[in-house]
T-cell receptor, first 112, second 114 residues
Framework: DAKTTQPNSMESNEEEPVHLPCNHS???????IHWYRQLPSQGPEYVIH???SNVNNRMASLAIAEDRKSSTLILHRATLRDAAVYYC?????????????FGSGTKLNVKP | DAGVTQSPTHLIKTRGQQVTLRCSPK?????VSWYQQALGQGPQFIFQ???????QRGNFPDRFSGHQFPNYSSELNVNALLLGDSALYLC?????????????FGPGTRLTVT
């Protein structure tokens, strides 16, 4: 099974950028990198995903290392609502069925 | 547009009993996945259903079984409950041919085994 490694927790000030790192040294060529976050008492929600190139959407940016063994989720201006557990996930891209491997995630604390 | 719904919200069972959890996927979605999330841990993949068949399975014993109905809703059944089965059970739905393979999660069912 594909594995990811993330710091247990991180802290940020409100309205400052946050860089959440993830290591996935055993990633295969067809694995997609997904990021989900889980707010308290809710199910996880999609943030962003990518394969090889950096990606941007309205929520965040995803920077993928050239060797794809690591990636960084970037929140450009953290808000109090961004306090959550962030999961870096590898999805096996070989087949059309989604099999997600969650790690323990990074708990992000945002200070006002 | 209703998102993923799960029932019941909370459930308390005794060791050895059986439990059935239910999930209705987001409108338009045809694939349902189930996850177990122990306290303080990330979700662990149990299995995935598409076209009423189990397509993928994680490292869970046969006590965990499921079903998908023609309307794409799904059930998770757990037999011979153990104390260690206490967890939040999450259902996620997706559309198989979606390029993003984005999964939409429900709020979960909190199962407590005493």
């Amino acid at each position: 099974d594909a594995k990811t490694t993330q710091p247990n927790s991180m802290e940020s000030n409100e309205e400052e950028p946050v860089h959440l790192p993830c290591n996935h040294s055993t990633i295969s060529g067809t694995d997609y990198i997904h990021w989900y976050r889980q707010l308290p008492s809710q199910g996880p929600e999609y943030v962003i995903h990518g394969l090889t190139s950096n990606v941007n959407n309205r929520m965040a940016s995803l920077a993928i290392a050239e060797d794809r063994k690591s990636s960084t989720l970037i929140l450009h201006r953290a808000t109090l609502r961004d306090a959550a557990v962030y999961y870096c996930i590898l999805r096996e891209g070989l087949y059309n069925f989604n099999k997600f491997y969650f790690g323990s995630g990074t708990k992000l604390n945002v200070k006002p | 547009d209703a998102g993923v719904t799960q029932s019941p919200t909370h459930l308390i069972k005794t060791r050895g009993q059986q439990v059935t959890l239910r999930c209705s996927p987001k409108s338009g979605h045809d694939t349902v996945s189930w996850y177990q999330q122990a306290l303080g841990q990330g979700p662990q993949f149990i299995f995935q259903y598409y076209e009423e068949e189990e397509r993928q399975r994680g490292n869970f014993p046969d006590r965990f079984s499921g079903h998908q109905f023609p309307n794409y809703s799904s059930e998770l059944n757990v037999n011979a409950l153990l104390l260690g089965d206490s967890a939040l059970y999450l259902c996620a739905s997706s559309f198989r041919t979606s390029r993003s393979y984005e999964q939409y999660f429900g709020p979960g069912t909190r199962l407590t085994v005493t």
